[in-house]
């Protein structure tokens, strides 16, 4: 039976295939887009991973904010293995001529850096490295200023000469995000500079390559073991740049589930399809009913065939996608955080191939059941017979498929709450356009007949027997849904980042004032710009040891909102409540208050890891155990720009500690220039941070996330409109009875498409509206709940996304009906 079944199975796939092509086509666009999202993520991690001695500069790294290690501690470094001080700081970097400053990352290395990897600087370099008064810069850096090597920047109160331009920094990827070009001195060149002072803001990290036996871990461990109490924030190997790692994955899930999206809406096509190929076989399918064949051999006949079909749409797909990391690397190779490993990885393969076999079978079950309750008598009866209920069986099928596929989505996903939250959004979503769907066919059917005939005819067609209305407003109406909150969110964050932001910002961030310059920073400032609005606080940084007596290097998984866990964080003192903040929870302390050290936490981060009032916390401020009882807790208003710290303490307990100022200054936009170069001048260690440039870095960063999304997004809008041509292509043979009676009856062509565009406007014009209303109510949770900002769409590039949807949807339709004008009277009305 089953060698009976194949060759039937083959036989019949040499005749139509019509449907099974729109079948082949959606599977294949869904999958390939699974698999390349998967692909290219793998591959990406996979650099990550080979790369992490060169990205973290060694196999461990020891780092401490505003504090170097100890005489004891760098004998216990070195006694591991050979050890690199690498120490990193903003730093203002200017051309002494002409006097323009711009913000900088400065990096002193010694002699031993890099561990790892080789320091290039590009060709007519004076010297392989910087040594002394010298320093090496990064292209960026050598194009703000117009410097060339020969030439001299200032930093802090040194000279530099600039011997080179950096071509390879090893580990410049692991540093994560930074808001100004890099430039490298030695420790010499550093200590010039006289920027390292007690209290200035700096990193100190210590790189030790180890012997090939010791591992990491066990080095990490002496170390705590030695000293408990130091504070140390550690990395090793395994992971160079947890940040890149962590927004790669991250970002890689959410494509995956919109990619999954768009595997969903091609699923409707699936039916589509294999309903319209299996329509076209019915007489095939009687006919073998007739010469005994049983419903078993019908089902497991047309499955095989569609099985076959589905397997080698998804082979192509999965070629497609193992392809994506390879051209990705040769065309956009130079913006992604490190080179690829170009490799074959089964994992996402597997894992798009399961969806899309999950996918083909869940859309072609209720088909399959259709088709197997075809009856011999339908020979004679020519498609007039309703179509039947799909059985208990079928429909425990359907739900078990659904169960599954959602199954396999929360257990390949590292966040199940966001994987469960996003699959229910989009369960409502989709449930919410099959009813409009349904709301519209109703509405169609039940609105007073125009008397035109053909505008009659046209709202007929909505709501016929088998229209495909419905469906078509749930593929169609995603696609179009999510290019909309897509192109609201992007205009609200543009219009956010270039107009409102740049408003209540101030002109700049100072930081590393020192503390008894207070008065003459001032005076520098207002004399430029005597209206200008300064505000000043002090400020260290350390991180954050423990919290409620749990360390926190051994809480496994740090939710998102508990952030403040990472690193270092700043810290301020403060005798009164902080702007901006509005106390929640418990008590300010009072003025003058010399008790036990108390600290005022953010409401949120403070729920996120389960803190009260009256629990403790442990800081680590230039290497010393500070541990604060929560006061209070407070809302902090982030919308003000200012400086907004997550941890405040009463006065007494951190004005012993060396400590600068950090300043916002908000100046007419004339006196920015001058103020940052006076500045520059006469405080060499403060570092100011133009607001302008790090909103500028931060959208950009935003548009790239959203052409990423909106990438994926176009494969759920590939696939509606695979649904839609499906949809034409099975309706034709109706519509094509149509075409003939109303040529019969004396209808022109031109008559005849008018009825077409009058449906498809009515549709495109439905689908548009629904896209405009929910893509707008998305784009507003997204930008008000999520990034916390105010909501304010570019109305006409929005409205021209979904009219280009709506005008898509006329056009598709349109030239759909022109094989339905080209019908023959004769050969038509012998098939009826």
Known sequence: MIGLVWRLALRDLRGARAGLRLMALCLFLGVAALAGIGSLSSAILSGLADRGQLLLGGDVQFEAVQRSATPDERAAFAALGTVSEVIRMRAMASEPDSGRAVLAELKGVDAAYPLYGQLRLRAGALAARPSGMEAAIAPGLAEKLDLKVGSRVAVGEATLRVIGILDEEPDRAGAGFTFGPAIMVDQKGLAATGLVQPGSLYSASYR????????????????????????????????????????????????????????????????????????????NIATLKALGAESAFISRLFLLQILIVALAAMALGLVLGAAVPYAIAAGMG???????RLALYPAPLVQAALYGL?????????????????????????????????????????????????????FTSDDKVFAAGFLASIAGLLILLAGLGRGLTALAARVPRPKAPLVRLALANLHRPGAQTGRLVVALGLGLTLFATLAAIQTSLNAQIETTIPKRAPS??????????????????????????????????????????????????????????????GLTFAEDLPEGSRLVEGTWWPKEYQGPPLV???????????????????????GVDLEARIASLRDINWDTLGFNYVLVFNPAALEPAPYTLAATIAAPVAAEAGINRAVTADFPSVTMVRVKDVISEVGKLLRQLAQAIGAAGSVAVLAGIAVLVGAIAAARRARSYDAVLLKLLGASRTQILGVQAMEY???????????????????????????????????SQVILVVAAGGFGTLILGLIGALPVLRARPAEALRTL
């Open 208 to 283: 030790i390559r180890l012997p090939a036996r010791t591992s990491p871990q066990q080095a990490i461990a002496t170390i705590a073991q030695q000293f408990p109490n130091a504070g140390w924030e550690t990395r090793d190997r395994s992971n160079g740049a947890p940040g890149t790692r962590r927004f790669v994955e991250r970002l890689g899930q959410f494509l995956t589930l919109v990619g999954l999206t768009a595997l969903a809406i091609a699923g409707i096509g699936v039916g589509n399809g294999v309903g319209s190929w299996l329509d076209g076989r019915r007489t």
């Open 334 to 340: 130079d913006a992604l955080p490190v080179p690829p």
């Open 358 to 410: 999950l996918i083909a079978v869940l859309f072609a079950l209720a088909p399959l059941a259709r088709a197997r309750s075809v009856s011999a008598a339908s020979l004679f009866r020519s498609g007039v017979e309703a179509p039947p209920r799909l059985a208990p069986r079928v429909a425990i099928g359907i739900g078990t498929l659904l169960a599954l596929i959602a199954g396999l989505a929360l």
């Open 508 to 569: 700049f961030f100072a930081l590393d004032i020192p503390k008894d310059d207070r008065d003459r920073f001032q005076q520098t400032v207002r004399a430029l710009a005597p209206q200008a609005e300064i505000k000043m606080v002090p400020s260290l940084r350390g991180p954050v040891v423990s919290i409620a007596g749990r360390r926190v290097a051994d809480m496994k998984d740090i939710p998102d909102d508990a952030w403040f866990l990472r690193g270092d964080r």
């Open 600 to 622: 005022s936490m953010d409401a949120k981060a403070a729920r996120a890891v389960g803190l009260k009032i009256g629990d403790r916390i442990t800081v680590s401020v230039l």
């Open 761 to 795: 406007g009515v549709l495109g014009l439905f689908l548009s509206t629904v896209a405009l209303g929910l893509g707008s109510a998305a784009s507003w949770v997204v930008t008000t709940r999520i990034f916390h900002l105010g909501w304010t769409p570019d109305w």
